[in-house]
């Protein structure tokens, strides 16, 4: 795994897990990394959000749908 490769991994998983405290402390502290990287992976970013509010709505309304893991698969 690059270099490259490896920064993409990191990001993108930590952006699946992290807070909205933690992305808007990481925002505020390191602005010029977070645009770089945001613009780098924004269509990663909005599939790994999108993902997210699914899955919040099925939690929340647990009418007998099973959940499901709707974990980001990224080919690299």
């Known amino acids: 795994m690059t270099e490259k490769e490896l920064e993409k991994h990191n990001f993108l998983t930590w952006c ?6 933690d992305l808007e ?3 505020g502290e390191n602005n010029e990394v ?5 613009s780098e ?3 990663e970013i909005q599939i790994i959000d999108k993902t ?5 709505s099925v939690s929340q309304h ?3 749908i099973q959940k499901y893991d ?3 698969k ?3």
């Open 74 to 76: 990224i080919a690299m």
């Open 62 to 64: 647990e009418i007998g």
């Open 70 to 72: 709707l974990s980001l």
């Open 41 to 43: 992976y924004a269509d």
């Open 34 to 38: 977070w645009e770089r990287l945001y």
């Open 16 to 21: 699946r897990y992290a807070t909205t405290e």
């Open 52 to 56: 997210r509010q699914l899955y919040e």
């Open 25 to 27: 402390k990481a925002k």
